[in-house]
């Protein structure tokens, strides 16, 4: 095989290259394989390999696909591959296969995007940061002592070191832009029911939860997005009337002057870290001399009440996903089947009445159409994507007390006295001090994005977040575009990881 820089190219890039008959798909599936190989053991970001099936699928491509030979992975949660394993990070899902594609699977598959393997995910999707107990940890390319977020942190850490372009990831509460942030890539959440969640549910999460990729460039993301948005069959929301072509839009830039509103104040009142600070007050003053209008106006919606809604969206999803093991298990799941917080927002589930979750779910509505005023003044929403940069592996892990309590509360079925106690009310500021400007977009549906623009004073990546009302992914897509082309764009070709890595390959 003759070399090629394979790291050098993105999706688009490689496409060509195969399109052009530069480089056959085979050459560069075998160029992923040994950067994987390479680079995993340091990060461990895929968790499932696909080697023999990617050659396969390699000697099928025609050169004519979107993506023809583009290797990829997918995450291991919502996006199942026939015949692979789904686990969603955790043990008592091991031994499971899934045993037809996900609709967005078979869409990108469409493309001509090759999947080489599965990427690591926080047990069930639940954290901000790639820690499960089953695999251990994910680290960081930018620096391998820190998280890379979560939950798609598998997806972003391998395209961050370049052993894939593009990842697949998914995002219920800011699971592709808290990653995106911390590993200096592009994320875009789209807007609810632009991509298929079908065909074994007709949403995820309740319509929280949108499935796309995590990318290093722009246009990538745009175009995977082209060719796999659309109506799905039986699926339980539509997609919004708006609709362009977005690998247009990110390589035009915007149409005219923007009208951007910021914020840097937490929705539920708790510190936001100077560097994240920082990123946005730079990102508006950037803004500005590309002669758009940025003024500080916070959002019109109640904080507290989203967070407290989202969190009885965990409750609630949880309580159905350990119910649910009992199809994989042949039993009821027991407290050790799974993690200590994961078995814990699950009893709270339980616990959570019928009433408290449509009032819940009603929440949603009232915010969406507050946003939606609110986008008939500014055409962006500009915040930190997180309140904090990365967070170091284990920093966010229980302490053993904590273990201790929560195991006494299950065998002792104190469940309802620790909510009432005010327990919940702790809970959601823990859950959510880190990351709590992320859930604002998923529980009205609107589309958001995480751009890297920052660069903390110890080396890594945090993000600047913009959302637009439902449907107007293309004014993400032109402003993201125009952002990329300035000094100030983060290039993941910058971290350590990749840069040592860059002769081979």
């Not at 969206?313 to 039993?331: I, N, P, Q, W």
């Not at 009310?425 to 529980?443: G, H, M």
Request: charged share 20%.
């Amino acid at each position: 095989m003759a070399f090629f820089p394979y790291h050098a190219y993105d999706a688009v890039g490689l496409a060509g290259l195969v399109q052009k008959k530069e480089v056959a798909a085979a050459e560069i599936i075998e160029a992923a394989i040994a950067r994987l190989e390479r680079l995993n053991p340091k990060i461990n970001a895929v968790i499932h390999k696909m080697y023999e099936q990617a050659r396969a699928a390699a000697g099928k491509i025609t050169g004519g696909e979107p993506f023809a030979g583009v290797p990829m992975l997918m995450k291991d949660i919502s996006q199942e591959i026939k015949g692979e394993p789904i686990t969603c990070g955790a043990k008592a899902l091991q031994g499971y296969r899934a045993e037809e594609d996900a609709t967005f699977v078979k869409r990108v598959r469409a493309t001509g995007a090759i999947f080489l393997g599965i990427t690591n995910v926080p047990e069930f999707a639940l954290m901000g940061t790639t820690e499960p107990k089953f695999y251990g940890p994910t680290q960081n390319p930018w620096n391998r002592d820190y998280s890379p977020g979560g939950s798609s942190g598998g997806s972003a850490a391998a395209v961050a070191s370049g052993i894939v372009p593009l990842a697949g990831a998914n995002d219920g509460g800011g699971s592709i832009r808290i990653p995106a942030a911390y590993c200096g890539l592009f994320g875009l959440k789209p807007s609810r029911g632009r991509t298929p969640a079908g065909p074994f549910y007709g949403r995820h999460w309740q319509g929280a939860s949108v499935d796309h990729v995590l990318t290093r460039s722009v246009r990538d993301s745009a175009l995977m997005l082209d060719l796999v948005k659309g109506y799905e069959a039986a699926a339980a929301f539509p997609p919004p009337s708006l609709d362009h072509n977005y690998l247009e839009c990110a390589t035009q830039g915007p149409t005219g002057k923007l009208k951007i509103a910021f914020c840097l104040r937490s929705p539920i009142g708790t510190e936001v870290h100077r560097e994240c600070r920082e990123a946005v007050l730079k990102a508006a003053q950037l803004l500005e001399s590309l002669g758009h209008h940025v003024e500080e106006k916070e959002a019109p919606v109640d904080g507290s009440k989203i967070a407290q809604s989202y969190m009885t969206l965990y409750f609630g999803e949880m309580a159905a996903d350990l119910a649910s093991l009992k199809e994989v298990l042949g039993r009821k799941a027991r407290m050790n089947d799974v993690e200590p917080a994961t078995w814990m927002l699950g009893l709270l589930g339980k616990v959570t009445s019928s009433e408290e979750w449509v009032l819940s779910m009603r929440e949603w509505d009232v915010a969406a159409f507050q946003m939606e005023a609110f986008f008939e003044n500014y055409d962006l929403y500009m915040t930190p994507t997180t309140a904090d940069p990365p967070s170091r592996i284990g920093e966010q892990d229980l302490a053993p007390g904590e273990v201790a309590l929560m195991k006494l509360v299950s065998a002792l079925k104190l469940i309802r006295a620790v909510k009432k106690s005010g327990y919940v009310d702790k809970l959601i500021i823990r859950s959510l001090k880190r990351t709590p400007f992320t859930q604002l977009a998923n529980l009205t549906g609107e589309p958001a994005m995480s751009v890297p623009l920052h660069m903390t004073l110890e080396g890594l990546p945090v993000g600047v977040q913009f959302i637009a009302a439902k449907g107007r992914e293309d004014i993400l897509f032109r402003l993201a575009g125009q952002l990329e082309q300035t000094e100030h764009w983060i290039r993941v070709e910058d971290n350590p990881m990749f840069k040592s890595e860059a002769g081979e390959g």
